[in-house]
């Protein structure tokens, strides 16, 4: 099983930008689709976007698209989320996970997340 530590999250103004990252330790992690959740507080988890495993396909959810990007290098065992023009309601701790059905069932192994909180 491939395990997944997100880093990348920050206090940005509206209208700003972050990249996330997700750092993958194990030797099949480019078997592996990857997408990106989020839970806002008070809220259920969400899917974001999500990348195959040879980054032939990415699917994003309509909030986000055209914002964000998610992309990965298979050689540095990463996945990134590039996201712009940053919204109050981006305001989440977001998770990388393995995906279980593409584009968005995620397997259900956790990490802690990194927080990503855009004020107004």
């Known amino acids: 099983q491939v395990q997944l530590a997100e880093s990348g999250g920050g206090l940005v103004q509206a209208g700003g930008s972050l990249r996330l990252s997700c750092a993958a330790s194990g030797r099949t992690f480019s078997s592996y689709h990857i997408g990106w959740f989020r839970q806002a507080p008070g809220k259920e988890r969400e899917f974001v976007a999500a990348i195959s495993w040879n980054a032939g396909s990415t699917y994003y959810a309509d909030s986000v698209k055209g914002r964000f990007n998610i992309s990965r290098d298979n050689a540095k065992n990463t996945v990134n989320l590039q996201m712009n023009s940053l919204k109050p309601e981006d305001t989440a701790a977001y998770y990388c996970?393995?995906?279980?059905?593409?584009?968005?069932?995620?397997?259900?192994?956790w990490g802690k997340g990194t927080l990503v909180t855009v004020s107004s």
């Open positions: 996970s393995t995906v279980r059905t593409w584009p968005s069932t995620p397997m259900g192994y």
